[in-house]
């Protein structure tokens, strides 16, 4: 296939300490069209600790001043007569307070001695990498491109669920196009663009309406489904538009069009008809 692009490749590295590691790398670019591009790719990393990693000499520094953690919260300062302090424009200062049972000066402002250097215990780092994203060109000069960033089982199941979401909105737009190829008996251009208009305004709707609802879940619904609820919006978004602008058209892939000039063949199932405007025959009663 002239649109598809498919790349592999492999790096093999060896360590003295550390031993052979082997990574490959693979990559998929499909274009069936201008308007819409589909990439991904998987690879595997491995980063053996330098040297200096290992053997730099150790020693103890301090960072500054830093709040602990643990045993401290931010909250409002007080003076010494108890009435809270206020910056230059009436505001409450806000700093360190500690939790009961701590002094402030054990847990406020300290300077923690940290440790520097290599470490002999360092083992290599292994890493996965995958990425999967489509490019879509809905007209001249705008591109806009989606690419997934993260995958765990929630947004597996929002990828799942724009995929039957998506899957019933093209079912629709092709059972229009099969009860109308069923009149006429030919598949054209004119055919398709007729089932895409008519069943338009339902896609449009639907599309709508579950946006509305998505966008509301995703601004007050909280962080736990913002992964969820972000996948759901641009699949849906994406979903539409590959049923009406993409799965479609890929109907008159091998089919031959007329020429133009050229009459279209008609089909003549009975003893009486009427030619369609598409240029087959649509059998009388």
């Avoid at 052979?20 to 499909?30: C, G, H, I, V």
């Avoid at 993260?150 to 990828?159: D, E, K, W």
């Avoid at 909105?169 to 059972?175: G, L, M, P, S």
């Amino acid at each position: 296939m002239k649109s598809l692009d498919f790349t592999l490749a492999a790096r093999y590295d060896h360590y003295s300490d550390f031993g052979s590691t082997t990574n490959p790398k693979a990559s998929f670019r499909f274009q069936p069209s201008k308007a819409f591009l589909l990439r991904g790719s998987f690879s595997t990393g491995f980063r053996a600790p330098t040297l200096y990693d290992i053997n730099a000499a150790q020693s103890f520094g301090t960072p500054g001043t830093v709040n602990d953690p643990g045993n401290s919260h931010l909250g409002p300062q007080f003076n010494a007569d108890g009435t809270p302090k206020l910056d230059a424009d009436g505001n409450p200062v806000i700093g360190c307070v500690p939790n009961a049972g701590y002094a402030k000066n054990a847990v406020c402002k300290i300077q923690p001695e940290v440790l520097n250097g290599g470490n002999t215990n360092l083992k290599p780092e292994k890493s996965r990498n995958a990425t999967l994203g489509i490019v879509l060109e809905p007209f001249r000069d705008f591109t806009f491109g989606v690419d997934a960033f993260r995958v765990n089982m929630t947004l597996v199941a929002a990828i799942l669920t724009v995929m039957g979401y998506s899957m019933v909105d093209t079912i629709v737009v092709f059972d229009r196009i099969r009860e109308i190829r069923g009149k006429y008996g030919i598949l054209s251009r004119q055919l398709i663009n007729d089932a895409i208009n008519q069943t338009l305004s339902r896609t449009l709707l639907t599309a709508g309406t579950t946006l509305m609802t998505l966008l509301v879940m995703y601004i007050w619904g909280g962080p736990a489904i913002h992964g969820f609820t972000f996948i759901l919006l641009i699949g849906i978004i994406i979903g539409t538009y590959s049923s009406i602008a993409v799965a479609a058209p890929f109907l008159l892939v091998g089919v031959r069009q007329p020429v133009a000039g050229q009459k279209p063949p008609t089909k003549q199932t009975g003893a009486t008809g009427t030619a369609s405007p598409s240029g087959a025959v649509k059998v009388g009663d």
